[in-house]
């Protein structure tokens, strides 16, 4: 059973930033992609970014130029580096691992962040 576990949430204030882990129990080169989700109270859940195994990476237009993903395949570790946040980021943000064979899509159980304006 594959394990995600998420660290780095937390407080901060309005043009801060902070640094999102998700751990993978296993090797992360078996996922086709890896992404971050949140969501905001009342809201749906919604992608933030995303990384594939190649490496090629994907991020919502509301955090382009400040939100960044990464991953170390040694650590099996993808990271979301997010920069200049406001408070329209606070949410509970989830890490999301999807493999083709057999099918399967895999979340942690969140960390929550909050911004204070």
């Known amino acids: 059973q594959v394990q995600l576990v998420e660290s780095g949430g937390g407080l901060v204030q309005a043009g801060g930033s902070l640094r999102l882990s998700c751990v993978a129990s296993?090797?992360?080169?078996?996922?086709?992609?890896m992404g971050w989700y949140r969501q905001a109270l009342g809201r749906q859940r919604e992608l933030v970014a995303s990384?594939?195994?190649?490496?090629?990476?994907d991020s919502a237009e509301s955090v382009k130029g400040r939100f960044t993903i990464s991953r170390d395949n040694a650590k099996s570790t993808v990271y979301l580096q997010m920069n200049n946040m406001t408070p329209e980021d606070t949410a509970v943000y989830y890490c999301?691992?999807?493999?083709?064979?057999?099918?399967?899509?895999?979340w942690g159980q969140g960390t929550q962040v909050t911004v204070s304006s």
């Open positions: 296993g090797s992360i080169s078996r996922f086709n992609d």
């Open positions: 990384i594939t195994r190649g490496g090629t990476t």
């Open positions: 999301n691992a999807r493999q083709s064979w057999p099918p399967r899509e895999y």
